[in-house]
Every structure is written in C-alpha cells, then in structure tokens.
C-alpha cells in the first residue's frame, strides 16, 4: 500500500515563496506529480517529475514561477512556488505512479494522491 502525505501549504501574501513536501511511503513510486484545485474549479496539473528527475514538465501558468524536484532516497517530491500569485491558491495534491507506468499530466492515470495541502495566496 502507498501514503502520500503532502506538506508546506499555508498562507503568504502575493509575491512570496512557498516549498511544498510530500513524503511517500509504501512502494516504490516512479513518475509524480503535483495537481491542483482551487474553490469551484476542476482539479488541474501543476507539473511533473520522472523517476530520475532527468525529465519535468509544467502548466503554462506556472511555468518559470514553480519548480519540481525529488530526492528518492527521501522518498519525497517537492514544489517550489515562488512568485505567487492570488490565482494560485487552491489545495495542492500530490500523486504518483508504479515503476514503468507511461509518463502522463493528465489525472485519470495515476494511481496514489495525497490528501492535499491548502495554499492561500492574499493580494
């Protein structure tokens, strides 16, 4: 069985930095992700990361501001938000994939998600 217990939220104001954690236990996971979903929005991607970090990717809006890294020893998975913006408060999830799943953005493929960390961005 696979956790995923997710960290960092909190409330900063526009402009400011947050760096999110998320702690997986269980097996081993390859590809993960970070998604969000803000009050009375479909949950979105927010970027990707591939089992070696050697591969990333990013939603438009949040490209140059945010940043994906793991530390497998760890097991953890990071997002670095800076710059942020009021847009960008929602309740962050991570999620993760077995070893050897297709490396995807979209949310219907993965299999494990935390339960998510609220980000609060003030104007």
């Known amino acids: 069985q696979v956790q995923l217990v997710e960290s960092g939220g909190g409330l900063v104001q526009a402009g400011g930095s947050l760096t999110l954690s998320c702690v997986a236990s269980g097996r081993t996971l390859g590809t993960m992700a970070w998604f969000r979903q803000a009050p009375g929005k479909e949950r979105e991607f927010v970027a990707v990361i591939t089992w070696t970090g050697s591969r990333t990717d990013y939603a438009d809006s949040v490209k140059g501001r945010f940043t994906i890294s793991r530390d497998n020893a760890k097991r953890t998975l990071r997002l670095v938000m800076n710059s942020l913006k009021p847009d960008d408060t929602a309740l962050y999830y991570c999620?993760?994939?077995?070893?050897?799943?297709?490396?995807?953005?979209?949310?219907?493929?993965?299999?494990?998600w935390g339960q998510g960390t609220q980000v609060t961005v003030s104007s």
């Open positions: 999620a993760g994939n077995v070893v050897g799943a297709a490396w995807t953005t979209a949310q219907s493929q993965y299999s494990y």
